[in-house]
């Protein structure tokens, strides 16, 4: 019973029902080209450095006067319309490397390469600044196989595929006779650890009561078959609805590396695009009594160089184009301006890529305190200068 021990161990748990704002953290892995997600139309030097990948200025879902959607994000537009979603053009990291695992490292875990890193990741350092708080087992939540670095530190955490992970596993096919024996044991317990693990095994019978039945997504929402990046939302939307506590969710979107062949309206890239949009549309949907209780952020760790590389596809670059959605995001703008200068080849950031306007740590700062309210950004990005953004109300 990995699942369950995993709830007693790492943390506290609420037995009944917690009504919180959850922030749901997507990370787009691989350096997403964002240029083409969100894309300068009204720019000449896009075209001039992307003879066969760009957007055409006529297919592109108009935003406004410089910017507009690569075709396959059209579902959002709606979003963007009613204020809920929100952009910042030219973000980034001080990493300079180029490589993916340390600008994820250094992204996942708040960190600069001007100060010593913070230790933990930075929504590990935020749900230990709440530990003094009523918290739940499942207030921090990884859709996948494996922790993410940004959950690094927190006081519980349970990594998941399905809500059906979190069961106890009895030889017998039956766990009332393991739920039983386990509920005597705590009860005779009088200490902390007894006091939790009642109310974890509280907790789990919600969550069998989920189990048991079959899921139907309100408001006819349909969430795309076939790919876990849906799947993961769902289980998120199950897990909101239910009100268990969760604080905070992480998932990834992965395969945005497109150095050959990245076409601008199909193959990999446009398929990633498309699964981001319907996904996130789906849960949209299925939420829509629900939108006060969650906010959005969609991250990756560097965008992609302006020009088009020689095998049609683009390499690392640096700035990129955050986005944050939710009711609580002051939204319909695209925030900082296009950064044209960063097309001179001696440019000291590395030669095409997109000039870095906003330090990633301003972002997720102005995000984490404007979602979740009641916390000093700062303690949870020491040594950050950290600035107003103008993103979130």
Same mark, same amino acid.
């Given at each position: 019973m990995p699942a369950l021990t995993q709830l007693l161990v790492n943390g506290p748990a609420a037995a009944q029902a917690v009504s919180t704002h959850t922030l749901i953290c997507v990370f787009l892995r691989g350096?997403?080209? &964002?240029?083409? +997600?969100v894309v300068p139309y009204a720019d000449d030097h896009y075209y001039n450095a992307r003879p066969t990948l760009?957007?055409?200025?006529s297919t592109t879902v108009k935003l406004d006067a410089r910017y507009g959607f690569h075709p396959l994000l059209q579902p959002l537009e709606a979003a963007f319309k009613e204020a809920r979603l929100g952009m910042i #053009?030219?973000?980034?990291?001080?990493?300079?490397?180029?490589?993916? *695992?340390?600008?994820?490292? #250094?992204?996942?875990?708040?960190?600069?390469?001007? /100060?010593?890193?913070a230790g933990g990741g930075w929504l590990g350092r935020f749900l230990r600044s709440r530990a003094d708080q009523s918290t739940s087992a499942l207030s921090a939540v990884a859709i996948g196989t494996k922790l993410p670095e940004s959950l690094r530190?927190?006081?519980?955490?349970? %990594?998941?595929?399905?809500?059906?992970?979190?069961?106890?596993?009895a030889p017998s096919g039956d766990p009332a006779a393991v739920v039983g024996a386990l509920r005597a044991m705590y009860g005779a317990d009088v200490t902390l650890l007894g006091q939790r693990g009642l109310q974890t095994l509280d907790l789990f019978n919600r969550v069998s009561a989920m189990n048991n039945t079959s899921y139907t997504p309100a408001n006819g929402a349909e969430y795309p078959k076939g790919n876990s990046f849906a799947d993961g939302l769902r289980e998120l939307a199950r897990l909101i609805k239910a009100r268990v506590g969760l604080e905070v969710a992480?998932?990834?979107l992965a395969g945005w590396d497109t150095h050959f062949f990245q076409n601008s309206t199909a193959g990999s890239?446009?398929?990633? /695009?498309q699964k981001l949009a319907k996904g996130l549309v789906a849960f949209e949907t299925d939420l829509k009594q629900h939108r006060g209780d969650y906010t959005v952020m %969609?991250? &990756?760790? *560097?965008?992609?160089?302006?020009?088009?590389?020689?095998?049609?596809?683009?390499?690392?670059?640096?700035? *990129?184009? *955050?986005? /944050?959605?939710g009711d609580k995001v002051?939204?319909?703008?695209? +925030?900082?301006?296009?950064?044209?200068? /960063?097309?001179?080849?001696?440019?000291?950031?590395?030669?095409g890529g997109i000039g870095i306007t906003y330090d990633y740590r301003d972002v997720f700062a102005e995000v984490l305190a404007g979602a979740m309210g009641g916390i000093e950004a700062a303690n949870i990005f020491p040594g950050a200068n950290l600035k107003k953004m103008g993103l979130m109300g």
């Amino acid at each position: 019973m990995p699942a369950l021990t995993q709830l007693l161990v790492n943390g506290p748990a609420a037995a009944q029902a917690v009504s919180t704002h959850t922030l749901i953290c997507v990370f787009l892995r691989g350096g997403a080209d &964002t240029m083409n +997600l969100v894309v300068p139309y009204a720019d000449d030097h896009y075209y001039n450095a992307r003879p066969t990948l760009s957007i055409k200025a006529s297919t592109t879902v108009k935003l406004d006067a410089r910017y507009g959607f690569h075709p396959l994000l059209q579902p959002l537009e709606a979003a963007f319309k009613e204020a809920r979603l929100g952009m910042i #053009q030219g973000v980034g990291t001080d990493s300079a490397s180029g490589s993916h *695992f340390e600008c994820q490292d #250094q992204m996942e875990h708040g960190d600069s390469e001007k /100060a010593p890193s913070a230790g933990g990741g930075w929504l590990g350092r935020f749900l230990r600044s709440r530990a003094d708080q009523s918290t739940s087992a499942l207030s921090a939540v990884a859709i996948g196989t494996k922790l993410p670095e940004s959950l690094r530190g927190a006081p519980s955490v349970s %990594v998941l595929e399905h809500i059906g992970d979190i069961a106890i596993k009895a030889p017998s096919g039956d766990p009332a006779a393991v739920v039983g024996a386990l509920r005597a044991m705590y009860g005779a317990d009088v200490t902390l650890l007894g006091q939790r693990g009642l109310q974890t095994l509280d907790l789990f019978n919600r969550v069998s009561a989920m189990n048991n039945t079959s899921y139907t997504p309100a408001n006819g929402a349909e969430y795309p078959k076939g790919n876990s990046f849906a799947d993961g939302l769902r289980e998120l939307a199950r897990l909101i609805k239910a009100r268990v506590g969760l604080e905070v969710a992480c998932i990834d979107l992965a395969g945005w590396d497109t150095h050959f062949f990245q076409n601008s309206t199909a193959g990999s890239f446009a398929s990633n /695009a498309q699964k981001l949009a319907k996904g996130l549309v789906a849960f949209e949907t299925d939420l829509k009594q629900h939108r006060g209780d969650y906010t959005v952020m %969609v991250t &990756t760790e *560097f965008g992609r160089r302006i020009y088009e590389n020689a095998s049609l596809g683009t390499d690392h670059g640096r700035g *990129f184009c *955050f986005m /944050a959605l939710g009711d609580k995001v002051k939204g319909g703008r695209i +925030l900082g301006n296009w950064p044209i200068g /960063a097309m001179d080849e001696t440019n000291p950031i590395g030669p095409g890529g997109i000039g870095i306007t906003y330090d990633y740590r301003d972002v997720f700062a102005e995000v984490l305190a404007g979602a979740m309210g009641g916390i000093e950004a700062a303690n949870i990005f020491p040594g950050a200068n950290l600035k107003k953004m103008g993103l979130m109300g």
